[in-house]
């Protein structure tokens, strides 16, 4: 069963309205058939995030570091306000973290991502456009920082200008050297 189908189940009514019997009517099979693949919602949940979020995401090689940064942030807006990036923020701020099958799956998504986009600031760092000493994990979170504050605190709109916003903050941050591995 395509990912789409139980995503749209999980954001249209949340976790906790999340049903298995909702999510074959959604797609046209009998309960049995999802019971055969999952034996719960939280295994069906479990798995359509992270058969969405597995896949690559570009990591760009521009030659600058603000540009690449720019990409990145552009991206993560763009993910984070589909209905896929919408059901990952429901479930992550849901009860639902605290299953420990959930929660092993979220740190894995973020770290994740994380991990693939490092390769962006250490480019950075050997090209000499960041200081030498500057973390990528936590130039990235301060990246993602002001983007996720706005889906999830604030709902004000998120946009290619939040993104860029958001690259100048992490990169005055790592230009300031408050951004070292700690």
Same mark, same amino acid.
């Given at each position: 069963m395509p990912a !789409?189908?139980? #995503? %749209? $189940?999980l954001t249209e009514g949340g976790y906790a309205a999340l049903t298995v019997e909702g999510v074959a009517q959604r797609a046209g099979v009998h309960k049995t058939t999802i019971y055969r693949n999952w034996k719960d919602s939280d295994g069906l949940v479990t798995d359509a995030l992270a058969?969405?979020?597995a896949t690559d995401i570009p990591i760009p090689d521009t030659g600058a570091v603000e540009s690449d940064l720019r990409a990145l942030a552009r991206s993560l807006v763009v993910t984070m306000t589909t209905q896929a990036g919408r059901a990952l923020l429901t479930t992550v #701020?849901?009860?639902a973290v605290r299953l420990p099958r959930l929660a092993e799956l979220k740190q894995a998504l973020f770290d994740d991502r994380f991990r693939r986009a490092e390769p962006v600031v250490s480019r950075a760092i050997e090209r000499g456009e960041l200081p030498a000493e500057t973390d990528? !994990? $936590?130039l990235l979170? %301060? #990246?993602a920082a002001p983007i996720c504050f706005r889906l999830v605190f604030t709902g004000e709109p998120v946009d $290619?200008? %939040?993104a860029d916003r958001a690259v100048d903050v992490a990169l005055a941050a790592a230009h300031a050297g408050v951004l070292p591995a700690m």
């Open positions: !789409a189908r139980k #995503l %749209t $189940e058969g969405h979020f #701020l849901s009860d990528p !994990a $936590e979170k %301060t #990246l $290619e200008a %939040t």
